[in-house]
């Protein structure tokens, strides 16, 4: 079972009919391949047409929407419904189809190489959306599981900092600042590109500019990053993750596993400092005094306890509440705080291995 199936079934999130491993994954940033066409084994193709495409061309006139013939009217798919749709609820209930608008014939390389050339890009035809029977299950190619974006310190170049380009960052940095970027991307609608959707043109400009943003033409921008991040954080307070959404529910799991993951890494550094075993941990009560059990013993006081980063901290209890069942969604809370906080503190106060 991996860490994100053990979590899962951790928060008693309700069961998924499809297993972990038919999971669709969906890229959220613009890309293109280069395949050899399987029709004569010699034409390389180029093409941008992908999902992400799909979403960013979806309300171009050329673009065509299908329906059933007796669709009943909820199932009816319009254009007004695919503009107001945030591209993760575009990637799990609509299904794209690029349709040539004229057969192309490929272009010879030159005498040097047998091999033909063909591209499949934006002039070359238009996009058929359907709206799917079933919403299927997606997940994001890039894993981000960190700590809160808007916990961010931003980076000035020049002043605070010699860091000038997005690897210099720390590890962490670079993934809260992704982390932000990602989430604009999947759950604010927008159409056409991220830069005319999101910016301004003094802050297109600036992104333009290979002065001013050396990394321009990278996948990954330091410059580009901050100034979306700014964005992210101008919204933070009232239209980030509102409670009880899909976006809030990610941002959840996300934190849980960052978590989960930091813990990881403390038991498998304990376990190296003992050799490989992983030794229990005792309150100092007077059971365990002068019986030769080494005590490893708290240095944290209450207050310390409070401020700790914790799952409770993120996750409301009532996500857990079906039916009713409190007392279920208060025993769930509970083990996640135990995880969270293992070998801290035992519930009774008294002797008690972690």
């Known amino acids: 079972m991996t860490k994100q199936e053990l979590t899962y079934h951790m928060m008693q999130l309700p069961d998924v009919q499809r297993s972990f491993a038919?999971?669709?994954v969906v890229g959220f940033y613009h890309r293109l391949c280069?395949?050899?066409?399987?029709?004569?084994?010699?034409?390389?193709v180029y093409s941008d047409r992908t999902e992400y495409s799909a979403?960013?061309?979806?309300?171009?006139?050329?673009?065509?929407?299908?329906?059933?013939?007796?669709?009943?009217?909820?199932?009816?798919?319009?254009?007004?419904?695919?503009?107001?749709?945030?591209?993760?609820?575009?990637?799990?209930?609509?299904?794209?189809?690029?349709?040539?608008?004229?057969?192309?014939?490929?272009?010879?390389?030159?005498?040097?190489?047998?091999?033909?050339?063909?591209?499949?890009?934006?002039?070359?035809?238009?996009?058929?959306?359907?709206?799917?029977?079933?919403?299927?299950?997606?997940?994001?190619?890039?894993?981000?599981?960190?700590?809160?974006?808007?916990?961010?310190?931003?980076?000035?170049?020049?002043?605070?900092?010699?860091?000038?380009?997005?690897?210099?960052?720390?590890?962490e940095k670079r993934k809260?600042?992704?982390?932000?970027?990602?989430?604009?991307?999947?759950?604010?609608p927008w159409m056409d590109s991220l830069e005319e959707s999101f910016l301004d043109e003094m802050q297109r400009s600036v992104l333009?500019?290979?002065?001013?943003?050396?990394?321009?033409?990278?996948?990954?921008s330091l410059r580009r990053l901050e100034i979306f991040w700014q964005i992210y954080m101008e919204r933070w307070r009232r239209e980030v993750a509102p409670a009880g959404s899909q976006w809030s529910r990610d941002n959840q799991y996300s934190y849980s596993m960052f978590l989960t993951t930091g813990h990881n890494v403390d038991m498998h550094i304990c376990r190296l400092e003992h050799d490989g075993m992983l030794s229990a941990r005792y309150q100092a009560d007077d059971e365990v005094k002068n019986t030769g059990i080494e005590l490893r013993v708290n240095i944290h006081d209450e207050v310390d306890h409070s401020e700790y980063p914790s799952v409770c901290l993120e996750l409301s209890s009532t996500i857990y509440v079906q039916g009713g069942n409190r007392a279920g969604a208060a025993a769930a809370v509970r083990s996640l705080c135990f995880i969270s906080n293992a070998g801290r503190l035992s519930e009774d106060g008294g002797a008690g291995e972690s």
């Open 208 to 220: 333009e500019d290979a002065e001013q943003d050396p990394e321009k033409d990278h996948r990954y």
């Open 34 to 44: 280069l395949n050899v066409s399987s029709r004569d084994g010699s034409t390389i």
């Open 55 to 171: 979403y960013a061309e979806r309300c171009r006139e050329s673009t065509v929407i299908v329906n059933r013939k007796n669709a009943k009217a909820e199932k009816v798919l319009t254009k007004g419904m695919l503009a107001c749709m945030s591209f993760r609820e575009f990637a799990e209930t609509v299904s794209h189809e690029w349709i040539e608008d004229r057969a192309k014939v490929p272009v010879e390389i030159g005498q040097a190489s047998t091999r033909k050339f063909m591209s499949r890009d934006v002039n070359s035809g238009h996009w058929s959306l359907k709206r799917r029977e079933k919403r299927r299950h997606i997940r994001f190619s890039t894993v981000l599981y960190t700590d809160r974006p808007s916990f961010c310190e931003p980076v000035e170049q020049g002043d605070s900092t010699t860091q000038t380009s997005f690897f210099s960052l720390t590890v």
């Open 22 to 24: 038919d999971v669709h």
């Open 176 to 188: 809260q600042l992704y982390r932000a970027y990602m989430e604009l991307v999947c759950n604010v």
